[in-house]
T-cell receptor, first 113, second 112 residues
Framework: EDQVTQSPEALRLQEGESSSLNCSYT??????LFWYRQDPGKGPEFLFT???AGEEKEKERLKATLTKKESFLHITAPKPEDSATYLC??????????????FGSGTQLTVLP | ETGVTQTPRHLVMGMTNKKSLKCEQH?????MYWYKQSAKKPLELMFV???????ENNSVPSRFSPECPNSSHLFLHLHTLQPEDSALYLC???????????FGPGTRLTVL
């Protein structure tokens, strides 16, 4: 069964304190890994898609990386406005669910001023 | 309007009521999705439509009834819901099935 585990569940950082969020996945084959940001009471906002091990993508203070078993979302010198829940999702290669995403439970990030 | 819109944003209903959630995407996408998001739980996929044809129904109770009249609009009809159905209901769309999904702001549903 496809599984996505995100850690930690919650993370509190001081402004400027860099850190990483982890997304571990177990799938029979990976078509893509997606990162989203979700603010309270709002829908997830798309950040990145990664397709193969070794791939990296950056956007402002965020950098996403991918290995064969996990993905990291690195946050460099975060600001309070980076506070949100970060969701990871995988699209597996498997008949019957080749087009479905499996989501993790998310990491709730709080950046203190 | 741009992106994916959902109405209403908040809904309170009794267990015997009938209501509908509406989703509209302005992205020219061909696939649309309904998700349920409960506190501290991963997003749960409910229904998938591709070119307005339903392709997935993830064992959702019949008190939830989807409708997709065209590729831009998606509805979720609700009737005789239970308190445990209270959640954030999210609509998403993608250019093709399996592609990057773009979400609407959600409808916060409370069942009394």
């Amino acid at each position: 069964e496809d599984q996505v585990t995100q850690s930690p569940e919650a993370l509190r950082l001081q402004e400027g304190e860099s850190s990483s969020l982890n997304c571990s996945y177990t799938v029979s084959g990976l078509r893509g890994l997606f990162w989203y940001r979700q603010d309270p009471g709002k829908g997830p906002e798309f950040l990145f898609t990664l397709y193969s091990a070794g791939e990296e993508k950056e956007k402002e203070r965020l950098k996403a990386t991918l290995t064969k078993k996990e993905s990291f979302l690195h946050i460099t010198a975060p600001k309070p406005e980076d506070s949100a829940t970060y969701l990871c999702a995988v699209r597996p290669i498997s008949s019957g669910s080749a087009r479905q995403l499996t989501f993790g439970s998310g990491t709730q990030l709080t950046v203190l001023p | 309007e741009t992106g994916v819109t959902q109405t209403p944003r908040h809904l309170v209903m009794g267990m015997t009521n009938k209501k509908s959630l509406k989703c509209e995407q302005h992205l020219g996408h061909n696939a649309m999705y309904w998700y349920k998001q409960s506190a501290k739980k991963p997003l749960e996929l409910m229904f998938v439509y591709n070119f307005k044809e339903q392709t997935e129904n993830n064992s959702v109770p019949s008190r939830f009834s989807p409708e997709c009249p065209n590729s831009s609009h998606l509805f979720l009809h609700l009737h005789t819901l239970q308190p445990e159905d209270s959640a954030l209901y999210l609509c998403a769309s993608s250019q093709v099935l399996g592609d990057t999904q773009y979400f609407g702001p959600g409808t916060r549903l409370t069942v009394l």
